[in-house]
């Protein structure tokens, strides 16, 4: 698309959305402060100010006066310069030929105004210039701004975001040979290596990062589960040797909870919460899972609920009791904050009240597996409570915010329960939790995030606190001293875990952004054992293009809520958001990965492409009675054809996998190629998860 409009300025500024009242302020308000790359030389700043209304100004002897530079502006409030990368030769401050004392248009935007600008850092050579919007749309003029044509293939994922602005617009310093331009928005990460014919999109956070990991308890068993951040549960059954997607049926790609059933040795029961559609179970060590229809929070709200906290008993196995915390999708102003009893035995269910109605529920937290205590306890935004009847009442034991709890392995000789508020500072009692007092745990010097007992405790008196990225610490004297212990540079946003049988093997695992740490010498050495992860059927994880390369979106808004959302542009948008009518199908199955897949119904030459970094891929498809034929290419290198037909629906099938790659960027795409099975109904391709090795 050429855009040949030359009008508003382009100028190395942010042009402000709305006029800004002449009305007085009582400061000289300074919106951008920029110096030129000479300013040793030409004494050049520019500054731009609202006192009487707008005024962009510069200065040519180093910032002691300033003098007006408006001319050929018809805006001026700016909040941003950008240099030339020659400007000791050319004086160009986009758009000025004469070092900012006058100013050109070179581009303007109906409803939209220019965020970012970068130039090439060959611009002497090439003439290119880069423009990000605030609706998030990339424009490039490779003649030094006289012509523009958009950019912004592959810039379709939608979420829920106002103001969808480019905040960051970056040249690579090779760009000549690379190609490569970087850009940063509201709904993320983006990254081109065409000169943005087509931009992908970036994970920032790792999706390993293991948010929880549980061993199983008891030394019987060596499975390990381990809830991560948008790639779903993956299970391990050799002690974090090696680990599996364990996502069929479970729509929490993103958990907000995990927690393994005390009685986990004989009923092979875990639970998972997601934070929109509920509470999960799986009765089979993570193959499948279900949801528990009782715990149906939305029909007692008749609305949607976000799931917040899960506490399991102690007495599982026995009593059967779940607690779970609510609140409305709407949490602002809204008063009515509950928790659930569930006794899984009796299929019963109902609200109890934890303080008063509006409380907000952190932690809830119960004595070890065992322990003849028939207590339970939950850290909230009132303090901390403990039930003595099975959380049908709650006694208000602690005042003032607790945002976790822990209680002593040995709790019952000992009486140990400590609490920490939301700076990290602890709060201990020695009377099985009916009062607190000041703890002297001698860690007011760090922030700490968790704290976890050694499950030897009573014979090794150790304690481990973990921090936010500073390092794990130990104390072997019940928390009077603490040393260091590892894991430095490392946020783990659940303390550590350990093995069923830690007295035996010595095993330890931590969660960290960038995986599961794993010891086998308690402590001593750590090692990053998560390698796998799953890309699911979700937006960021796979692009569908049509024949000629452009992106098709694969979810958005309708374009009354784009406008709501304040991303709509009447111009760019029907290019940028294009489908395919009846195109995408999103399919729910319990036997898919994450409970649902695409089956895409496009024309010859249209594919999905998963883009990955790592040494090996497994692409796992669905097979059913009205799919096509398929051609598999990895790195652009045809690797054959795939036959999707099955007279019934099929998931979990392995379409293509290759375990010998190079680490490095690597692009696998299945494409349509608009033939079938004799026996098929259409010529549709599907796509479920891609099982990724790095």
Same mark, same amino acid.
């Given at each position: 698309?050429?855009?040949?409009?030359?009008?508003?300025?382009?100028?190395?500024?942010?042009?402000?959305?709305?006029?800004?009242? #002449? %009305?007085?302020?009582?400061?000289?308000?300074?919106?951008?402060?920029?110096? &030129? @790359?000479? *300013?040793? !030389? /030409? $004494?050049? +700043?520019?500054?731009?100010?609202?006192?009487?209304?707008?005024?962009?100004?510069?200065?040519?002897?180093?910032?002691?006066?300033?003098?007006?530079? #408006? %001319?050929?502006?018809?805006?001026?409030?700016?909040?941003?310069?950008?240099? &030339? @990368?020659? *400007?000791? !030769? /050319? $004086?160009? +401050?986009?758009?000025?030929?004469?070092?900012?004392?006058?100013?050109?248009?070179?581009?303007?935007?109906?409803?939209?105004?220019?965020?970012?600008?970068?130039?090439?850092?060959?611009?002497?050579?090439?003439?290119?210039?880069?423009?990000?919007?605030?609706?998030?749309?990339?424009?490039?003029?490779?003649?030094?701004?006289?012509?523009?044509?958009?950019?912004?293939?592959?810039?379709?994922?939608?979420?829920?975001?106002?103001?969808?602005?480019?905040?960051?617009?970056?040249?690579?310093?090779?760009?000549?040979?690379?190609?490569?331009?970087?850009?940063?928005?509201?709904?993320?990460?983006?990254?081109?290596?065409?000169?943005?014919?087509?931009?992908?999109?970036?994970?920032?956070?790792?999706?390993?990062?293991?948010?929880?990991?549980?061993?199983?308890?008891?030394?019987?068993?060596?499975?390990?589960?381990?809830?991560?951040?948008?790639?779903?549960?993956?299970?391990?059954?050799?002690?974090?040797?090696?680990?599996?997607?364990?996502?069929?049926?479970?729509?929490?790609?993103?958990?907000?909870?995990?927690?393994?059933?005390?009685?986990?040795?004989?009923?092979?029961?875990?639970?998972?919460?997601?934070?929109?559609?509920?509470?999960?179970?799986?009765?089979?060590?993570?193959?499948?899972?279900?949801?528990?229809?009782?715990?149906?929070?939305?029909?007692?709200?008749?609305?949607?609920?976000?799931?917040?906290?899960?506490?399991?008993?102690?007495?599982?196995?026995?009593?059967?009791?779940?607690?779970?915390?609510?609140?409305?999708?709407?949490?602002?102003?809204?008063?009515?904050?509950?928790?659930?009893?569930?006794?899984?035995?009796?299929?019963?269910?109902?609200?109890?009240?934890?303080?008063?109605?509006?409380?907000?529920?952190?932690?809830?937290?119960?004595?070890?597996?065992?322990?003849?205590?028939?207590?339970?306890?939950?850290?909230?935004?009132?303090?901390?409570?403990?039930?003595?009847?099975?959380?049908?009442?709650?006694?208000?034991?602690?005042?003032?915010?607790?945002?976790?709890?822990?209680?002593?392995?040995?709790?019952?000789?000992?009486?140990?329960?400590?609490?920490?508020?939301?700076?990290?500072?602890?709060?201990?009692?020695?009377?099985?939790?009916?009062?607190?007092?000041?703890?002297?745990?001698?860690?007011?010097?760090?922030?700490?995030?968790?704290?976890?007992?050694?499950?030897?405790?009573?014979?090794?008196?150790?304690?481990?606190?973990?921090?936010?990225?500073?390092?794990?610490?130990?104390?072997?004297?019940?928390?009077?001293?603490?040393?260091?212990?590892?894991?430095?540079?490392?946020?783990?946003?659940?303390?550590?875990?350990?093995?069923?049988?830690?007295?035996?093997?010595?095993?330890?695992?931590?969660?960290?952004?960038?995986?599961?740490?794993?010891?086998?010498?308690?402590?001593?050495?750590?090692?990053?054992?998560?390698?796998?992860?799953?890309?699911?059927?979700?937006?960021?994880?796979?692009?569908?293009?049509?024949?000629?390369?452009?992106?098709?979106?694969?979810?958005?808004?309708?374009?009354?809520?784009?406008?709501?959302?304040?991303?709509?542009?009447?111009?760019?948008?029907?290019?940028?958001?294009?489908?395919?009518?009846?195109?995408?199908?999103?399919?729910?199955?319990?036997?898919?990965?994450?409970?649902?897949?695409?089956?895409?119904?496009?024309?010859?030459?249209?594919?999905?492409?998963?883009?990955?970094?790592?040494?090996?891929?497994?692409?796992?498809?669905?097979?059913?009675?009205?799919?096509?034929?398929?051609?598999?290419?990895?790195?652009?290198?045809?690797?054959?054809?795939?036959?999707?037909?099955?007279?019934?629906?099929?998931?979990?099938?392995?379409?293509?996998?290759?375990?010998?790659?190079?680490?490095?960027?690597?692009?696998?795409?299945?494409?349509?190629?608009?033939?079938?099975?004799?026996?098929?109904?259409?010529?549709?391709?599907?796509?479920?998860?891609?099982?990724?090795?790095?």
């Amino acid at each position: 698309m050429q855009l040949t409009i030359r009008q508003t300025a382009l100028c190395i500024f942010l042009a402000c959305m709305a006029s800004i009242a #002449h %009305a007085h302020v009582p400061h000289d308000i300074i919106y951008s402060l920029d110096v &030129s @790359p000479n *300013f040793h !030389e /030409d $004494g050049l +700043v520019f500054a731009s100010s609202t006192q009487f209304g707008e005024a962009h100004l510069v200065s040519t002897n180093f910032g002691e006066t300033f003098s007006e530079s #408006h %001319a050929g502006m018809d805006r001026t409030l700016v909040t941003g310069h950008t240099f &030339s @990368p020659s *400007f000791r !030769e /050319d $004086g160009t +401050v986009l758009r000025s030929d004469d070092s900012g004392r006058s100013w050109q248009e070179v581009f303007r935007r109906t409803n939209d105004y220019v965020c970012k600008i970068a130039f090439s850092p060959y611009y002497a050579e090439d003439g290119t210039i880069a423009v990000g919007t605030a609706k998030g749309f990339v424009f490039l003029s490779e003649n030094e701004g006289e012509d523009w044509q958009l950019r912004s293939n592959g810039l379709n994922r939608w979420v829920h975001h106002t103001d969808i602005l480019v905040t960051r617009l970056l040249f690579s310093p090779d760009y000549k040979k690379d190609r490569t331009l970087l850009l940063g928005k509201t709904t993320g990460f983006y990254k081109t290596t065409d000169g943005g014919d087509f931009w992908r999109h970036i994970n920032v956070w790792n999706t390993k990062w293991g948010y929880y990991v549980y061993p199983a308890p008891g030394g019987a068993s060596r499975d390990v589960f381990t809830a991560t951040y948008n790639s779903g549960i993956s299970r391990s059954r050799d002690l974090g040797s090696t680990w599996e997607s364990a996502n069929i049926g479970i729509t929490s790609a993103f958990a907000n909870g995990m927690q393994l059933s005390p009685a986990y040795d004989k009923d092979k029961t875990i639970f998972v919460i997601d934070i929109s559609t509920g509470l999960y179970r799986s009765t089979d060590a993570g193959h499948t899972w279900s949801q528990i229809p009782e715990l149906d929070i939305s029909r007692y709200y008749n609305q949607p609920v976000l799931h917040r906290e899960l506490g399991v008993s102690h007495q599982f196995a026995d009593d059967g009791i779940l607690l779970m915390f609510t609140v409305p999708r709407h949490i602002l102003d809204v008063e009515e904050k509950f928790v659930w009893k569930y006794n899984d035995k009796t299929r019963e269910i109902k609200r109890v009240i934890v303080g008063s109605e509006s409380n907000y529920i952190n932690a809830f937290a119960f004595p070890p597996v065992g322990s003849k205590k028939n207590l339970m306890f939950c850290a909230s935004g009132q303090g901390v409570f403990r039930s003595q009847d099975k959380g049908d009442t709650w006694e208000h034991v602690f005042r003032g915010n607790a945002s976790q709890i822990f209680v002593s392995p040995n709790f019952d000789k000992d009486g140990l329960v400590l609490v920490m508020n939301a700076g990290g500072q602890l709060h201990s009692s020695r009377d099985w939790g009916a009062t607190f007092g000041s703890s002297d745990f001698n860690l007011n010097e760090y922030y700490i995030n968790n704290l976890v007992f050694s499950p030897t405790y009573a014979a090794d008196n150790t304690l481990y606190a973990t921090t936010f990225g500073e390092r794990v610490l130990r104390s072997v004297n019940g928390g009077k001293t603490w040393n260091y212990f590892g894991l430095k540079g490392k946020f783990l946003y659940t303390g550590l875990t350990f093995s069923g049988s830690y007295a035996e093997d010595g095993t330890i695992f931590a969660p960290a952004i960038d995986g599961i740490y794993r010891s086998t010498n308690r402590g001593k050495d750590w090692e990053n054992v998560l390698n796998p992860t799953q890309f699911l059927a979700k937006v960021p994880f796979v692009t569908l293009k049509d024949a000629d390369g452009q992106a098709i979106s694969i979810t958005f808004g309708d374009e009354a809520m784009m406008r709501q959302y304040d991303s709509w542009d009447p111009e760019i948008s029907p290019q940028i958001y294009r489908r395919v009518k009846n195109g995408v199908q999103m399919v729910s199955s319990p036997n898919a990965y994450l409970g649902q897949y695409y089956k895409f119904r496009v024309d010859f030459g249209y594919a999905f492409e998963v883009y990955f970094y790592g040494t090996g891929i497994e692409y796992k498809c669905v097979q059913d009675a009205d799919l096509g034929i398929a051609e598999i290419f990895l790195d652009g290198e045809s690797q054959g054809r795939l036959d999707l037909y099955h007279a019934t629906e099929t998931c979990d099938v392995t379409g293509y996998r290759s375990d010998d790659l190079e680490a490095g960027i690597h692009t696998l795409r299945v494409e349509a190629t608009g033939h079938k099975n004799a026996n098929s109904r259409g010529t549709a391709i599907s796509f479920n998860a891609a099982n990724i090795t790095n």
